[in-house]
């Protein structure tokens, strides 16, 4: 067996590939988080807490009314998107211009109300729900077995990725977007409703999150803290690839993703850690991230 | 008061004692501290239900002790230590608290203990799963009720050798009681004639444990052990059946598991998993019979933690109650010569370290086609002997121990 | 704003004010001196210590965040290493008397933070808070990884031994006074740092950073400078509240504790010198008092439910104010 540095070739692939997916994973949920601070430079710290969202949505709606898989993968996100409006609508308007990290203050506080009152009521164990029957199985790639609900994962989440990146970066509606938050008053002389775009964008940013949370649901403990840990990992993704930068999360997400597979081959302590050290080398380095435009 | 002050009257309290002279309990109260993690990672361990099984104890108990009132406050221990001290200070040195009770992150029972030392009152820990807490954390001042590392993996690991598990692979959680555990594994496995061919750290907690199953099935190990707990090992089990870990021939180990962990996975992601327990509700009419009052009062099936809360605070009631003091030295003796039988422990037996060495059970989780209901989850297929469960006094640490 | 301003003209209008100010400052301050000397006597003094360490550890943050404008997400990391060094050498030398554990402990955090802003300062706004808080994630992970920390169990047992070798510390009410003093030299080396010509050049910073560069001010040996003194004191508390408590533990390490160290600078007032001091008592009283109570399960939520609503409606906090309201209606 061909070997790199006393690991198996086929395990290597394997284990690249995981990254991968695990990367898409990440890119999608620092893409929410990229398009909330680059068009409203407000720093979500609430976004781990829609992550769960989510998630919990899709366990409870299953649970409650027998809505499945495919049907929560619309509903659940739309449900917590339209909570985001709403929390964007009565709370962070009202901070609209202030030192950005205001936003950061303010959604951390969101967050440990949300996290708290459901641990009261879910409890922390985690919740059932099983995967969708059409996913059960898996393929044997020859250096590994491939769940199809992974495979189904990376695609999707590349897809939604790079749709978004599209209408952000390519059409007139991203453009409004754009100019939009850029310079608002111009574009309420052109008739756009400003304010309603500002809800939306923060609405769509945290679908995104809530998206993520809905795939998470079938492969990871469904519990009101998952999303705890994982915010500062993907707000660390989305530090180096530049706050804001729509691309550079998305491509930064998938890179960590791998970086972060390598190290669980060759030094698991070290994995979760090591996003961090990446932060700061990059940092140095370049001030404002990888894709980031100087400040 | 100093340290040494405090020795010297409870040296001069217990010869009084010996002596035969008047116990009593204090200021005519029994107070008992209910300290818990009541909003954080291990909440639904111990948490607030806990504390139902502990009023549940002293309502049973009928309420008074000797004519003495039963006092109950409670606290949440926030999962830090110094919180948890400035709480059991403050219930010791000026609420009178004589018991503290519940616990379960390792660094707040040792944080705990040592000050219930210092200020000669019980201590009754019934969540952690640390073995250090009666070995080389041990005090004269505590007891450790309900399990430890030790009798988990002493009690899987040497079933699942036994059974032809002969080469494991183990996901051991990067922390103290997650090597603990590991060392505990390897130390079983190797005695049963097994081997350990490989271990990888994860760290705590992790989300995404593919990396890591992808490793346990390259190594081709009979079987997997997962020397962690809660939502990593739930996480990790979960992976562990999207990736047809079992269904490729490896047998899924995990060493600490509750039933509150079995319960979110479901008997259909869960089934065929092996596990040491120290109780199960539905081993008998006596565990069925407080299994449904508790189900009653809460809404749910016990842990074995509850169950332990509720016995242990029983014992010790019956302990006031036959020696007419709540001096912990002298509770704390009763206890100890007292064997427990109820519906948590049969010849359970408090050794001098502080540990209650009692029956463990190696349990099966069932299949979906097995499971009745969502709570009937496990299959007893062994009773694992006091003796052999627990670590040997011989090998103790603990000062208490010559 | 941008009209010449003759800087000696802001001088002495600064020094004014500063006489004004100084003499209702110091009113103020020896009422709450007075409370601090007879507290012990009312309340249990290990709680009180408690509130002292967090209130240094937040006028510590405070100097960084309130008087420089510099976020740090990374404060836990110098709590924990003051703690744990100072826990290490106490329980491991019996040689060392208590004030030795505790420079030292101060000393490792204060070489931390010399890494710590080396690495960070040139970074602006956000992107200063994140890499603060992922080099508190390293140290963080150093900390799981040693031994010597005893991971999550925490390390215990650590002797408060005898202060200068002569003044016994396990006895409360000695080990309240010596905290205490510790606690008002560190006040009032803050505020006179702040007051100084050096704290007026980090406020300059705080408000326009090119100006204060244009000026002619090397700034980042300035920022550097200020989060030293930060870290070394966020250190001390962490050393001291070690030997308090006699125990350090993983929980003033994590990210959670750089948190909460901005709520109670936020919750008090930053930029002010007494907020993180009322600050800290308010928010380690709510904690421990909710944590007793029937609201027991729901601590964490009501602090969330406190930082929505300080920075929806009082975001100069507890004694921004009243300061604005003593202006308001007092003159």
Same mark, same amino acid.
């Given at each position: 067996m061909t070997m790199i540095f006393g690991v198996p070739l086929a395990v290597l692939s394997g284990q690249l590939l995981i990254g991968i997916i695990n990367g898409a994973f990440y890119a999608l949920l620092s893409l929410g988080l990229a398009v909330i601070f680059g068009l409203l430079k407000i720093i979500n710290f609430a976004h781990g807490a829609m992550y769960m969202l989510g998630a919990l949505v899709t366990v409870v709606l299953f649970d409650l009314l027998g809505v499945n898989y495919w049907v929560a993968l619309f509903v659940a996100p739309v449900l917590v998107g339209a909570f985001g409006m709403l929390i964007e609508y009565f709370l962070l308007r009202r901070i609209a211009g202030q030192d950005h990290i205001y936003s950061l203050l303010?959604?951390?506080?969101?967050?440990?109300?949300?996290?708290?009152?459901?641990?009261?009521?879910?409890?922390?164990?985690?919740?059932?729900?099983?995967?969708?029957?059409?996913?059960?199985?898996?393929?044997?790639?020859?250096?590994?077995?491939?769940?199809?609900?992974?495979?189904?994962?990376?695609?999707?989440?590349?897809?939604?990725?790079f749709g978004t990146w599209f209408i952000i970066e390519k059409t007139k509606l991203g453009s409004y977007l754009r100019a939009g938050t850029e310079d608002s008053q111009l574009m309420q002389g052109f008739g756009i409703n400003v304010p309603l775009l500002v809800s939306l964008t923060y609405g769509f940013g945290v679908m995104l999150a809530a998206f993520a949370g809905v795939l998470a649901a079938p492969i990871y403990s469904v519990t009101?803290?998952?999303?705890?840990?994982?915010?500062?990992?993907?707000?660390?993704?989305?530090?180096?690839?530049?706050?804001?930068s729509i691309g550079g999360a998305i491509i930064t997400g998938i890179l960590m993703g791998v970086i972060e597979g390598l190290t669980k081959t060759f030094y698991p302590p070290a994995s979760s850690a090591v996003i961090f050290l990446v932060m700061v080398l990059v940092l140095m380095i370049r001030p404002t991230g990888l894709f980031g435009k100087e400040a | 008061m100093t340290m040494m002050k405090k020795l010297l009257t409870s040296a001069v309290a217990s010869a009084l004692m010996a002596?035969? &002279?008047? /116990?009593?309990?204090?200021?005519?109260?029994?107070?008992?501290?209910?300290?818990?993690?009541?909003?954080?990672?291990?909440?639904?361990?111990?948490?607030? %239900?806990?504390?139902?099984?502990?009023?549940?104890?002293?309502?049973?108990? !009928?309420?008074?002790?000797? !004519? /003495?009132?039963?006092?109950?406050? *409670?606290?949440?221990?926030? %999962? *830090?230590?110094?919180?948890?001290?400035?709480?059991?200070?403050?219930?010791?040195?000026?609420?009178?608290?004589?018991l503290v009770a519940g616990m379960v992150a390792s660094s707040v029972s040792i944080a705990v203990s040592k000050i219930l030392e210092e200020n000669d009152r019980l201590g009754i820990i019934s969540g952690s799963a640390a073995s250090s807490i009666t070995n080389e954390h041990c005090t004269p001042n505590h007891i450790h009720y309900v399990y430890d590392?030790?009798?988990?993996?002493?009690?899987? $690991?040497? &079933?699942?050798?036994?059974?032809?598990?002969?080469?494991? =692979?183990?996901?051991?959680?990067? =922390? $103290?009681?997650?090597? $603990?555990?590991?060392?505990?594994?390897?130390?079983?496995?190797? @005695?049963?004639?097994?081997?350990?061919?490989?271990?990888?750290?994860?760290?705590?907690?992790?989300?995404?444990?593919?990396?890591?199953?992808?490793?346990?099935?390259?190594?081709?190990?009979?079987?997997?052990?997962? @020397? *962690? /707990?809660?939502?990593?090992?739930? %996480?990790?089990?979960?992976?562990?059946?999207?990736?047809?870990?079992?269904?490729?021939?490896?047998?899924?180990?995990?060493?600490?598991?509750?039933?509150?962990?079995?319960?979110?996975?479901?008997?259909?992601?869960?089934? !065929?998993?092996?596990?040491?327990?120290?109780? =199960?509700?539905?081993?008998?009419?006596?565990?069925?019979?407080?299994?449904?009052?508790?189900?009653?009062?809460?809404?749910?099936?016990?842990?074995?933690?509850? @169950?332990?809360?509720?016995?242990?605070t029983m014992q010790y009631l019956n302990a006031v109650a036959a020696t007419g003091s709540d001096d912990a030295q002298t509770v704390r003796k009763q206890m100890m010569d007292t064997p427990i039988n109820d519906m948590f422990a049969k010849n359970g037996k408090i050794r001098v370290d502080g540990r209650m060495v009692h029956d463990m059970y190696l349990a099966e989780v069932k299949t979906p086609a097995e499971s009745k209901n969502e709570w009937d989850l496990y299959k007893i297929l062994r009773t694992i002997p006091a003796d052999e469960a627990y670590r040997p006094l011989s090998e103790s640490k603990c000062k208490l121990v010559n | 704003m941008d009209q010449p301003v003759n800087p000696a003209d802001i001088h002495k209008a600064i020094v004014e004010q500063q006489k004004i100010q100084d003499r209702k400052k110091l009113m103020v301050n020896g009422v709450l001196l007075l409370l601090l000397l007879a507290a012990p006597f009312v309340m249990y003094p290990?709680?009180?210590?408690?509130?002292?360490?967090?209130?240094?550890?937040?006028?510590a943050f405070n100097l960084l965040f309130g008087f420089t404008g510099l976020l740090s997400f990374g404060?836990?990391?110098?709590?924990?290493?003051?703690?744990?060094?100072?826990?290490?050498?106490?329980?491991?030398?019996?040689?060392?008397?208590?004030?030795?554990?505790?420079?030292?402990?101060?000393?490792?955090?204060?070489?931390?933070?010399?890494?710590?802003?080396?690495?960070?300062?040139?970074?602006?706004?956000?992107?200063?808070?994140?890499?603060?808080?992922?080099l508190a994630q390293l140290v963080f992970f150093f900390f799981v990884q040693s031994e010597f920390t005893g991971g999550e169990d925490g390390m215990h047992g650590i002797p408060r031994g005898e202060l200068f070798g002569l003044i016994n510390l396990?006895?409360?009410?000695?080990?309240?006074?010596?905290?205490?003093?510790?606690?008002?030299?560190?006040?009032?080396? #803050?505020?006179?740092?702040?007051?100084?010509?050096?704290?007026?050049?980090?406020?300059a910073i705080k408000q326009n950073e090119p100006r204060a560069v244009s000026l002619?001010?090397?700034?980042?040996?300035?920022?550097?400078?200020?989060?030293?003194?930060?870290?070394?004191?966020?250190?001390?508390?962490?050393?001291?509240?070690? #030997?308090?408590?006699?125990?350090?533990?993983?929980?003033?390490?994590?990210?959670?504790?750089?948190?909460?160290?901005?709520?109670?600078?936020?919750?008090?007032?930053?930029?002010?010198?007494?907020?993180?001091? #009322?600050?800290?008592?308010f928010v380690v009283n709510i904690e421990y008092q909710l944590s007793q109570g029937p609201l027991r399960d729901w601590v964490d939520p009501i602090l969330g439910g406190i930082f929505v609503l300080t920075v929806l409606a009082f975001r100069s906090g507890i004694v921004g104010e009243l300061q604005k309201f003593m202006r308001k209606n007092l003159g």
């Amino acid at each position: 067996m061909t070997m790199i540095f006393g690991v198996p070739l086929a395990v290597l692939s394997g284990q690249l590939l995981i990254g991968i997916i695990n990367g898409a994973f990440y890119a999608l949920l620092s893409l929410g988080l990229a398009v909330i601070f680059g068009l409203l430079k407000i720093i979500n710290f609430a976004h781990g807490a829609m992550y769960m969202l989510g998630a919990l949505v899709t366990v409870v709606l299953f649970d409650l009314l027998g809505v499945n898989y495919w049907v929560a993968l619309f509903v659940a996100p739309v449900l917590v998107g339209a909570f985001g409006m709403l929390i964007e609508y009565f709370l962070l308007r009202r901070i609209a211009g202030q030192d950005h990290i205001y936003s950061l203050l303010l959604t951390f506080g969101v967050a440990l109300i949300i996290q708290g009152v459901l641990t009261n009521i879910y409890g922390v164990s985690g919740l059932r729900y099983s995967m969708p029957d059409m996913f059960k199985g898996g393929i044997n790639l020859g250096f590994m077995f491939l769940p199809y609900y992974r495979a189904w994962v990376i695609v999707v989440a590349l897809l939604v990725c790079f749709g978004t990146w599209f209408i952000i970066e390519k059409t007139k509606l991203g453009s409004y977007l754009r100019a939009g938050t850029e310079d608002s008053q111009l574009m309420q002389g052109f008739g756009i409703n400003v304010p309603l775009l500002v809800s939306l964008t923060y609405g769509f940013g945290v679908m995104l999150a809530a998206f993520a949370g809905v795939l998470a649901a079938p492969i990871y403990s469904v519990t009101p803290v998952m999303g705890s840990n994982i915010l500062i990992v993907v707000f660390a993704v989305v530090v180096i690839g530049g706050m804001g930068s729509i691309g550079g999360a998305i491509i930064t997400g998938i890179l960590m993703g791998v970086i972060e597979g390598l190290t669980k081959t060759f030094y698991p302590p070290a994995s979760s850690a090591v996003i961090f050290l990446v932060m700061v080398l990059v940092l140095m380095i370049r001030p404002t991230g990888l894709f980031g435009k100087e400040a | 008061m100093t340290m040494m002050k405090k020795l010297l009257t409870s040296a001069v309290a217990s010869a009084l004692m010996a002596s035969g &002279a008047q /116990a009593a309990i204090s200021d005519n109260t029994v107070k008992i501290g209910y300290l818990a993690d009541m909003s954080g990672t291990y909440r639904d361990l111990a948490g607030p %239900n806990g504390l139902t099984a502990l009023e549940m104890a002293i309502k049973d108990f !009928g309420g008074t002790v000797n !004519g /003495a009132k039963i006092e109950v406050v *409670s606290a949440d221990d926030r %999962n *830090s230590p110094d919180t948890s001290s400035s709480t059991v200070r403050r219930w010791v040195e000026n609420d009178k608290v004589d018991l503290v009770a519940g616990m379960v992150a390792s660094s707040v029972s040792i944080a705990v203990s040592k000050i219930l030392e210092e200020n000669d009152r019980l201590g009754i820990i019934s969540g952690s799963a640390a073995s250090s807490i009666t070995n080389e954390h041990c005090t004269p001042n505590h007891i450790h009720y309900v399990y430890d590392t030790y009798p988990l993996a002493n009690g899987t $690991a040497s &079933a699942v050798v036994k059974e032809g598990g002969k080469t494991w =692979y183990l996901l051991t959680a990067d =922390y $103290a009681f997650g090597h $603990a555990l590991e060392a505990d594994v390897t130390r079983v496995v190797e @005695a049963n004639g097994g081997e350990i061919v490989g271990t990888v750290r994860h760290p705590f907690p992790t989300q995404d444990f593919s990396s890591f199953i992808l490793q346990a099935q390259a190594s081709g190990a009979d079987v997997v052990g997962l @020397a *962690s /707990a809660g939502a990593d090992t739930t %996480n990790a089990i979960t992976t562990a059946s999207e990736f047809g870990v079992t269904q490729a021939g490896q047998t899924l180990a995990a060493l600490l598991l509750f039933l509150t962990d079995v319960h979110a996975l479901g008997a259909e992601t869960a089934q !065929g998993i092996q596990l040491t327990t120290g109780w =199960y509700w539905d081993m008998n009419d006596e565990t069925r019979e407080w299994s449904d009052r508790f189900m009653k009062e809460t809404g749910v099936r016990p842990t074995m933690v509850h @169950a332990g809360i509720y016995s242990s605070t029983m014992q010790y009631l019956n302990a006031v109650a036959a020696t007419g003091s709540d001096d912990a030295q002298t509770v704390r003796k009763q206890m100890m010569d007292t064997p427990i039988n109820d519906m948590f422990a049969k010849n359970g037996k408090i050794r001098v370290d502080g540990r209650m060495v009692h029956d463990m059970y190696l349990a099966e989780v069932k299949t979906p086609a097995e499971s009745k209901n969502e709570w009937d989850l496990y299959k007893i297929l062994r009773t694992i002997p006091a003796d052999e469960a627990y670590r040997p006094l011989s090998e103790s640490k603990c000062k208490l121990v010559n | 704003m941008d009209q010449p301003v003759n800087p000696a003209d802001i001088h002495k209008a600064i020094v004014e004010q500063q006489k004004i100010q100084d003499r209702k400052k110091l009113m103020v301050n020896g009422v709450l001196l007075l409370l601090l000397l007879a507290a012990p006597f009312v309340m249990y003094p290990v709680f009180l210590m408690k509130i002292l360490c967090f209130a240094l550890f937040a006028v510590a943050f405070n100097l960084l965040f309130g008087f420089t404008g510099l976020l740090s997400f990374g404060h836990a990391a110098f709590l924990a290493s003051g703690g744990y060094t100072t826990g290490y050498l106490l329980s491991n030398f019996s040689g060392l008397t208590t004030e030795m554990g505790i420079i030292a402990g101060t000393a490792t955090a204060t070489l931390l933070g010399l890494a710590f802003a080396l690495l960070s300062i040139r970074r602006q706004g956000i992107y200063f808070a994140m890499v603060t808080l992922a080099l508190a994630q390293l140290v963080f992970f150093f900390f799981v990884q040693s031994e010597f920390t005893g991971g999550e169990d925490g390390m215990h047992g650590i002797p408060r031994g005898e202060l200068f070798g002569l003044i016994n510390l396990e006895d409360n009410l000695n080990m309240y006074y010596f905290v205490l003093v510790v606690f008002i030299a560190c006040y009032l080396l #803050v505020q006179r740092i702040v007051s100084s010509p050096y704290g007026q050049i980090l406020k300059a910073i705080k408000q326009n950073e090119p100006r204060a560069v244009s000026l002619g001010y090397n700034v980042d040996r300035y920022k550097i400078l200020a989060f030293v003194i930060s870290a070394a004191l966020a250190g001390l508390a962490g050393s001291m509240k070690s #030997v308090v408590f006699q125990l350090a533990s993983l929980n003033d390490a994590h990210w959670h504790m750089s948190g909460e160290v901005i709520l109670m600078t936020l919750v008090g007032g930053m930029g002010t010198l007494l907020g993180p001091v #009322v600050g800290a008592t308010f928010v380690v009283n709510i904690e421990y008092q909710l944590s007793q109570g029937p609201l027991r399960d729901w601590v964490d939520p009501i602090l969330g439910g406190i930082f929505v609503l300080t920075v929806l409606a009082f975001r100069s906090g507890i004694v921004g104010e009243l300061q604005k309201f003593m202006r308001k209606n007092l003159g």
